[in-house]
C-alpha cells in the first residue's frame, strides 16, 4: 500500500521561507495520484492548502495563493510545497495527502474526504 511521509517543517520568523517535501512509496510515478497539502493551525479545522492532480493542474487556497508553490520530483516521487513570505497564521501541522486516482474531480482538490491516504504531518511554526 502506497504511503507518504513529511518532512521539512521547523520554526521561521515571519516573512520567511520553508520547503515541506512529502516522499512517495511505491513503484508508481508521482503522476499516477492526485495529491494534496493540509494543514491544521492551532484551534482551527483543516484546511486545503494546495493540490495537484497527476496531468499537473493545482488548485491553491485563497490564503496561500501567490505565496506558495506546489512541484514535483518525478525521480525522486516526491511532492514539495515551498512557503515564501510566511505569516503567524501559517503556523500548524501540515499534511500530505494521497488518492491513488490520477484525475479527481477538481472541485475535490481541497476536500480532506477525496484523500483516504495521509502522512503524519511536519510542523510548522512562524513567529512575528
Known amino acids: 500500500q502506497v504511503q507518504v511521509v513529511e518532512s521539512g517543517g521547523g520554526s521561521v520568523q515571519a516573512g520567511g521561507s520553508l520547503r515541506l517535501s512529502c516522499k512517495i512509496s511505491?513503484?508508481?510515478?508521482?503522476?499516477?495520484?492526485?495529491m494534496a497539502w493540509f494543514r491544521q493551525g492551532p484551534g482551527k479545522e483543516r484546511e486545503g492548502v494546495v493540490g495537484m492532480r497527476g496531468d499537473g493542474t493545482t488548485r491553491y487556497s485563497d490564503s496561500v495563493k501567490g505565496r506558495f508553490t506546489i512541484s514535483q520530483d518525478n525521480a525522486n516521487n516526491t511532492l514539495y510545497l515551498e512557503m515564501n513570505t510566511l505569516v503567524p497564521e501559517d503556523t500548524g501541522m501540515y499534511y500530505c495527502?494521497?488518492?491513488?486516482?490520477?484525475?479527481?474531480?477538481?472541485?475535490?482538490?481541497?476536500?480532506?474526504?477525496?484523500?483516504?491516504?495521509w502522512g503524519q504531518g511536519t510542523h510548522v511554526t512562524v513567529s512575528s
Open positions: 495527502a494521497l488518492e491513488p486516482r490520477a484525475l479527481i474531480f477538481f472541485g475535490g482538490l481541497l476536500d480532506a474526504q477525496y484523500y483516504p491516504t
Open positions: 511505491g513503484n508508481k510515478a508521482r503522476s499516477s495520484y492526485s
